[in-house]
C-alpha cells in the first residue's frame, strides 16, 4: 500500500495499492507512479509506503505501473516542496507536480530525451580557406558563422534544430552540404552543458569585497544568510566567483538564481570565462526537453554551477554547497498563479535544510531582508563604493510644472541627451510603459478606448496598428473613428516605449534609436541582439521598460533619463513606493559605471515628494528606514504578515457569495492577534471579463495566521459556492492586486 501525492485541486492524499506483480519492488518517497484517478490516467508520486488503509479495500484503486527505479525529486526536494506545501497552503499532489520538469509530468520514461546538436569542426581548414570555399554559398557560410559565433560565446558545443529554427530559415540543406564538406559534425546527446577553458584572470578584489569574501568563507560548513548590500557597480559579482571557484574546486555544486531570462546569458558568460568547469542553465525560453536535460545534469552531479530562474529552485543538486540569489529584491521570485510560492525564500528554507550558507545580492534590498537585518537574523556585507572607483552618477530632479513637453519630455531633458550624444556618451530613456500610448481619445466627445473585460484602457500600439489591453490581452485594431460619434479627431494620449523611440529616431535622425521591451524582442535572440548592440556602442539611445532597470553593465551609457514616476507616487498598491525607489536606484545605476562621469535625471510634477527627496539626498538606505518605520506603524509586511483569500467569477455575485460562506465560518471562531478584512473588491475589481474579490488576513504572529489557515482554508472547496468560482490563497503576496 502506498500514500500518493494526486496533482489535483484536493488537500489530501490518496492511498493506492499495489498488485501482485509489484509487491517485490523496492519503494522509496518520490517515485512516479501512473494511478487512475476519477476518469483520468494521471502520474502521481509516493509520498510514503503504508501498511494498510483506514478504507474498505474496495474503495482502494490499484496503482497501473511504477515508473521509476528510484525517487527522481531525491528526499531534499521532496521534504521542501512539502514544506512549501503547508506553509503556501497548497494542495500537495499540485506542489510537487509543480516542482518536476513538465517533461516528466508528461513522460512515463525518465530516460533524458536525445536531440541532435550541430557543431564546428575544429579539424578542417583555416578560415580564410574556408571562407573562400563558401564564397558562393552565402547560406551555407550564414549557418557555419552561426556554429562558431554560438561556440565562442556561450561554451556549449552545438546548436539543435530548434534553436536554429529561431535563428534563420531553411537551414536543413546548408546543413546538409557543410556535413558533406567536413566543415561541421553532428551528434546526439541528451545534455545542454556549457564548458570552455577558462579566459579571465582571476580579479583582485578590493577591500570590501574581500571582507565580503572572507566573512562569508567562515561559514562554508554551516548555515547562515549573507545579505550583500552592494550599490550599482559595486562588484558583487565578482564576490560570488570567488567563492565559487573555492567551493567548486572541493567538488561542490553551486545553484545560482536570476529573477529574469534577459540576465541569463550575460551572467552565464562571465562565469564561463572565470570558472573552468561545467555549467547549465535553466528558464522558459527552452524547450521542455532542453530544461529536463539541465536538470538531469544537475541531479547527476554532472554540471557543479546551475544558472536558472524561478523553477531551479527544485532542482535537485546532491553536492550543493552554495545558493546564489542575484536581484534578490526582485517580484519575479514571487510566482503569481498556481502555486504561489516565492524562490528567494523557499530558497533560504532549503539552505537551512542543507545546512550550507546563502548569499542575497542586491543594491537595492528588498525591505524583508533588511528588516531580517536589523533583527539580526541575516548578516550584511556592504558595498559601498564602485569597484572601478568611479563616482556615482548626478542626480538631478526636472520639475515638469508648467513646462512645454514634447512626447512627454521637458526641453531640458533633450537639450541633456543632445549635449550626451554630442560627447560621444551613450543615453538611457526609462518608462515603464511599453505601446505608443496607453489609450486613444476622441477630441469631441471624449470616448476613450476601454477594455471590454477589464476596468482599463486598452494601449495603442502604432506599428501594428492594434489596441491591446496589457492586463488580459485581448487584440482589436486601432480605431480611425470614435465608436459613439464617428468623429476622426482622435488623439493618442500619453506615451510609451514607441512612441518615445518614433520621437528621439525623427530628433537624432543619426543615431541608432533601440527599443527594448516586450513587444520589441518577442522574437528568439532579439534581446541578445539588442544588448550587443547596445554594448559595442552601435546604438546611442537605449529606450526600454524594467528589462534595462537591472544587471546589464553598459560601459558608455553617461545620461540615464527617467521619464515618468509620478503614477508609482500615489499608488493603491502598498509596495509601489519600494518598488520605485528600487527601479529609480537600479535604472540610475546603468550610468557613468565606465570612464565618463555619469548623470541622471528624472522627471516629475512633485520635485517636493518625500520618497524622491530622501533618494535624492541621502540614497536608498535612508528611503528604507523610512519605509520599514511606516510598515510598522501600518501594521504591513515585513513586520507583520499577510494572506490573501482571492477569488474571481464571471457572476460578481457567485463570487461575493462564496467569499460570503468563507467569512461565515469563522464567525464563532475567537481569533486573537489576527484581523480579516472583507470581502472587498481588488484594486481592479474586473479583469479578463471576471470579477475579483478578496479577503485579507493580516497578523504580527505568523504561526496564528498559518494555524488559522490550516484550519480554514481546506473546508472551503466545500462550500456550496465553490465550485462556480475560481479561488487561491496567497501568503506572502507581493501585491494586492
Avoid at 216 to 245: F, M, P, W
Avoid at 277 to 299: L, P
Wanted: aromatic share 6%.
Amino acid at each position: 500500500m502506498v500514500k500518493v501525492a494526486v496533482p489535483c485541486p484536493l488537500y489530501n492524499t490518496f492511498d493506492y495499492k499495489l498488485p501482485a506483480s509489484l509487491n517485490h519492488r523496492v519503494i522509496e518517497a518520490g517515485m512516479r507512479v501512473r494511478i487512475s484517478f476519477g476518469r483520468q490516467k494521471l502520474i502521481g508520486i509516493i509520498l510514503e509506503e503504508i501498511p494498510g488503509s483506514t478504507l474498505p479495500a474496495n474503495k482502494i484503486k490499484e496503482v497501473i505501473a511504477i515508473l521509476d527505479n528510484r525517487s527522481l525529486p531525491g528526499s531534499e526536494i521532496l521534504a521542501l516542496t512539502q514544506w512549501a506545501a503547508k506553509y503556501y497552503v497548497h494542495p500537495p499532489g499540485d506542489a510537487l507536480q509543480t516542482a518536476l520538469p513538465v517533461y516528466l509530468r508528461n513522460n512515463d520514461d525518465a530516460t533524458p530525451p536525445l536531440n541532435r546538436y550541430w557543431y564546428i569542426n575544429n579539424a578542417a581548414s583555416n578560415e580564410q580557406t574556408i571562407a573562400a570555399q563558401l564564397k558562393r554559398a552565402p547560406k551555407q557560410l550564414q549557418i557555419y558563422q552561426l556554429l562558431k559565433n554560438n561556440d565562442a560565446e556561450t561554451g556549449f558545443t552545438g546548436l539543435d534544430a530548434e534553436q536554429l529554427n529561431s535563428i534563420t530559415e531553411n537551414w536543413r540543406p546548408a546543413i546538409k552540404a557543410l556535413l558533406e564538406k567536413g566543415l561541421i559534425k553532428q551528434d546526439v546527446r541528451a545534455t545542454v552543458l556549457l564548458s570552455q577553458p577558462a579566459q579571465s584572470p582571476q580579479q583582485v578584489l578590493n577591500q570590501e569585497q574581500q571582507e565580503a569574501v572572507n566573512a562569508i568563507r567562515q561559514h562554508h560548513d554551516g548555515h547562515a544568510v549573507h545579505l550583500i548590500n552592494g550599490i550599482t557597480g559595486s562588484g558583487k559579482t565578482e564576490v560570488y566567483l570567488a567563492l565559487c571557484e573555492q567551493l567548486i574546486a572541493a567538488g561542490k555544486q553551486v545553484l545560482v538564481l536570476v529573477p529574469e531570462i534577459g540576465l541569463t546569458p550575460q551572467l552565464t558568460r562571465r562565469f564561463l570565462q572565470r570558472l573552468n568547469t561545467t555549467i547549465v542553465v535553466q528558464h522558459s525560453a527552452m524547450n521542455d526537453r532542453q530544461r529536463y536535460a539541465a536538470w538531469q545534469a544537475a541531479a547527476s552531479g554532472q554540471a557543479q554551477l546551475l544558472i536558472g530562474t524561478r523553477s531551479s529552485i527544485f532542482t535537485p543538486m546532491p553536492e550543493l554547497g552554495l545558493i546564489i540569489i542575484d536581484e534578490e529584491h526582485d517580484g519575479s521570485y514571487k510566482q503569481q498563479d498556481g502555486f504561489r510560492y516565492n524562490a528567494r525564500d523557499l530558497a533560504i528554507v532549503r539552505a537551512k535544510n542543507k545546512n550550507i550558507p546563502i548569499l542575497l545580492g542586491s543594491a537595492t534590498a528588498s525591505l524583508e531582508s533588511l528588516n531580517n537585518t536589523n533583527e539580526q537574523r541575516y548578516i550584511q556585507h556592504q558595498l559601498k563604493k564602485r569597484a572601478n572607483k568611479k563616482p556615482l552618477p548626478t542626480i538631478r530632479l526636472v520639475n515638469l510644472c508648467n513646462q512645454k513637453l514634447h512626447e512627454g519630455m521637458a526641453e531640458t531633458l533633450l537639450d541633456t541627451i543632445k549635449l550626451h550624444l554630442s560627447q560621444q556618451g551613450q543615453v538611457l530613456l526609462f518608462i515603464n510603459r511599453r505601446g505608443f500610448a496607453p489609450l486613444l481619445m476622441c477630441h469631441d466627445c471624449g470616448w476613450t478606448t476601454n477594455c471590454q473585460r477589464c476596468d482599463a484602457h486598452m494601449t495603442y500600439h502604432k506599428r501594428r496598428q492594434q489596441l491591446i489591453c496589457h492586463h488580459c490581452g485581448a487584440q482589436r485594431p486601432a480605431a480611425d473613428s470614435c465608436d459613439d460619434c464617428g468623429s476622426t479627431n482622435i488623439l493618442a494620449i500619453g506615451s510609451g516605449t514607441e512612441r518615445i523611440e518614433q520621437y528621439l529616431q525623427n530628433l537624432f535622425p543619426q543615431t541608432q534609436v533601440s527599443r527594448i521591451d516586450r513587444d520589441s524582442t518577442r522574437k528568439k535572440g532579439s534581446l541578445q541582439e539588442k544588448l550587443e548592440q547596445a554594448h559595442s556602442g552601435e546604438s546611442g539611445i537605449l529606450v526600454g521598460t524594467q528589462m534595462l532597470a537591472k544587471g546589464h553593465d553598459f560601459p558608455n551609457i553617461t545620461l540615464v533619463c527617467i521619464l515618468d514616476t509620478d503614477q508609482a507616487l500615489f499608488s493603491a498598491d502598498f509596495r509601489a513606493a519600494e518598488h520605485l525607489a528600487q527601479l529609480i536606484t537600479q535604472v540610475s545605476g546603468r550610468a557613468g559605471r565606465a570612464e565618463k562621469a555619469g548623470e541622471v535625471l528624472i522627471q516629475t510634477h512633485h520635485p517636493e515628494h518625500p520618497l524622491l527627496q530622501d533618494l535624492l539626498h541621502k540614497g536608498y538606505p535612508a528611503f528604507a528606514r523610512n519605509a520599514l518605520e511606516e510598515r510598522r506603524a501600518a501594521g504591513l509586511p515585513p513586520c507583520f504578515h499577510l494572506a490573501l483569500l482571492r477569488c474571481e467569477s464571471i457572476d460578481a455575485s457567485a463570487a461575493s457569495r462564496f467569499l460570503n460562506q468563507a467569512m461565515a465560518l469563522t464567525e464563532n471562531i475567537e481569533q486573537p492577534q489576527l484581523d480579516i478584512f472583507g470581502p472587498l473588491p481588488a484594486p481592479m475589481e474586473r479583469r479578463a471579463g471576471r470579477y475579483r474579490y478578496q479577503i485579507m488576513l493580516q497578523s504580527k504572529q505568523r504561526k496564528i495566521l498559518h494555524a488559522f489557515m490550516n484550519w480554514w482554508i481546506p473546508q472551503l472547496p466545500q462550500l456550496s459556492a465553490a465550485r462556480k468560482v475560481r479561488w487561491s490563497i496567497d501568503v506572502d503576496p507581493y501585491d494586492t492586486f
